[in-house]
C-alpha cells in the first residue's frame, strides 16, 4: 500500500471537522460487526445514506478518507491487453465479446506470449506500473493456461505487476497463477445481487464470490468492482458497493467501471447516467474502502476532463491508461499526460521494485 500522506496540520483539521458531533459529515459510518477491532461491515442503508448525502459533504468525506489513506496526487496506471478476444459464450447485457450480441467483434485467437510480453515492454516505457491480460473465457481451459502462465512470468520480469482477469477459476488454477507470478486478480461483481440475474442468466454472483474466495486463499491481490450505468438505481449502486466493502478484506483494487454502451449489446440504448451520480459513486467506494486503489475505468473517453477531476477529487487514484481497454477505446497517453499535467498529478511508482520481479507474489495485505 502506498506511504500516508505526509499533511498532519491539515489533516488533524480536516478530522477534527468532520468529527464533530454536529457535522453532517462524521466520519464514522459502517458498523464493526462482532468486536470493535473486528471488519467494518456496511449496512445497504448505511452506503445509500452516503448516496444521499449533500455533494460538497460526501466530497469532504471521501477527501478525508482519501488523505488519511493515500497521496492525493499520485495516480496508480494500469495497461489492459486483451490477450484472448471475443467467441464468449456467457451472455454479459454489457459485453462486446459475448458470441451472442452482434457486435462486430470477431472470436479471435490468443495472442502469442511474444507478442504480450511486447505490448507490456511499451506499457512500461509509456509509464505503467501495472499489465493487466483480459480473456474472453467464461473459465479458462487448462490447455489455454498454460500460455498465460508464461506470459505472467515475463510480465512480471520486467518489473511490472501483473493482473490477470480470465472468468471463474477451477480448484487448483489460481494456484498455478500465483505460482507464476500473478499479483493480482481480476473478477467483478458488477452489479448488486439483487440485479446480477437481469444482466447474466450464464452463471450467479455466486459463482464470481466463488472465484473470488480461491484467489485469496491462494494468497492473490483481489481487483474487483463494477459497472454503474446499466440501469440500476441508486439503491442497487449502493447495494454493489456494501456488497463489495463487506468482503473481507475488502479488495485491494476496486474498479468503478462506466457502461460503455457498445451497439449490438441488449444495453446499447441505456440512459446515459448523471455524470454526478458517478462521481458519487467514487466517492462511496473511497469512502467504505478507504486502503484500497480505486480505479478510474472504463467510460472515461466518453468523460470530460472536469467529471473525470472530481472522480480524482472523490479519491479515484488509479486508471487504465493507453489508448485500448479490451475491445473499446480508452484516451491515449498524451492526454492523460497533458490533464495529469493540469491536475498535478504525478503517477504512482510499482509497489515493488524491478529487483523483487522474480520473487513470488507478497501476500495480499
Ligand atoms: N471474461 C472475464 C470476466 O467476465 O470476468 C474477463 C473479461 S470481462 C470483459 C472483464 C470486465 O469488463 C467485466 O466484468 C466488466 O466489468 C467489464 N466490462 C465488459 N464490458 C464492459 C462495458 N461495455 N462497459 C464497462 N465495463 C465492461
Ligand atoms: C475492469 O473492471 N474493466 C476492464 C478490466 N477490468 C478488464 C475492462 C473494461 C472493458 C470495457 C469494454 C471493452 O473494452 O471491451
Ligand atoms: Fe465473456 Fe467476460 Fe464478456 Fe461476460 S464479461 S461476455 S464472461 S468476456
Known amino acids: 500500500m502506498p506511504a500516508i500522506l505526509t499533511q498532519p496540520e491539515s489533516m488533524d483539521t ?28 456496511w449496512s445497504v442503508d448505511a452506503v445509500a445514506g ?6 460538497a459533504d460526501l ?137 446480477y440475474g437481469d444482466i447474466v442468466s450464464t452463471r ?26 446499466m440501469g440500476e438505481t441508486r439503491r442497487q449502486r449502493a447495494g454493489l458497493i456494501a456488497t463489495l466493502a463487506n468482503l473481507d478484506p475488502y479488495p485491494e483494487s476496486v474498479p468503478i467501471n462506466h457502461l460503455v454502451r457498445v451497439p449490438g449489446t441488449p444495453l446499447e440504448n441505456e440512459d446515459a447516467l448523471d455524470p454526478l451520480e458517478f462521481v458519487r459513486t467514487v466517492a462511496v467506494a473511497r469512502i467504505t474502502m478507504p486502503r484500497a486503489m480505486v480505479r478510474l475505468s472504463a467510460g472515461r473517453e466518453e468523460m470530460s476532463e472536469a467529471v473525470q477531476a472530481l472522480c480524482f477529487l472523490a479519491g479515484a487514484n488509479s486508471v487504465f491508461y493507453g489508448d485500448r481497454l479490451l475491445t473499446t477505446g480508452n484516451p491515449d497517453v498524451e492526454r492523460d499526460h497533458a490533464l495529469f499535467d493540469r491536475l498535478g498529478i504525478h503517477g504512482l511508482e510499482p509497489a515493488r521494485s524491478a529487483a523483487e520481479a522474480d520473487a513470488v507474489p507478497a501476500q495480499a495485505t
Not at 452516503?50 to 455533494?55: A, G, I, K
Open 14 to 41: 480536516l478530522e477534527k471537522h468532520a468529527q464533530r458531533p454536529d457535522s453532517p459529515v462524521g466520519i464514522q459510518g459502517g458498523q464493526h460487526a462482532g468486536s470493535s477491532d473486528g471488519p467494518v461491515s
Open 50 to 55: 452516503l448516496f444521499e448525502l449533500p455533494f
Open 59 to 195: 466530497m469532504f468525506r471521501a477527501q478525508v478518507a482519501h488523505r488519511e489513506n493515500h497521496d492525493p496526487n499520485a495516480v496508480q496506471r494500469s495497461t489492459l491487453l486483451s490477450i484472448k478476444t471475443g467467441g464468449c459464450p456467457e451472455d454479459c447485457g454489457y459485453c462486446p465479446q459475448a458470441a451472442r450480441h452482434d457486435t462486430g467483434v470477431g472470436n479471435e485467437p490468443m495472442l502469442s506470449v511474444d507478442a504480450v510480453v511486447e505490448a507490456a515492454r511499451s506499457a512500461k516505457a509509456n509509464g505503467a506500473t501495472r499489465f493487466c491480460m483480459g480473456a474472453a473465457w467464461r473459465s479458462p481451459k487448462q490447455r489455454d493456461l498454460e500460455p498465460v502462465l508464461a506470459m505472467v512470468r515475463q510480465v512480471r520480469a520486467l518489473g511490472l505487476e501483473t493482473c490477470a482477469t480470465l472468468g471463474m477459476l477451477k480448484p487448483g488454477q489460481a494456484g498455478q497463477l500465483r505460482e507464476a507470478g500473478l499479483d493480482y486478480y481480476n473478477h467483478n461483481l458488477d452489479t448488486a445481487p439483487e440485479f
Open 204 to 229: 450467479t454472483q455466486d459463482d464470481r464470490l466463488d472465484t473470488l474466495a480461491q484467489v485469496r486463499s491462494a494468497g492473490m491481490n483481489v481487483c474487483c468492482g463494477g459497472i454503474v450505468g
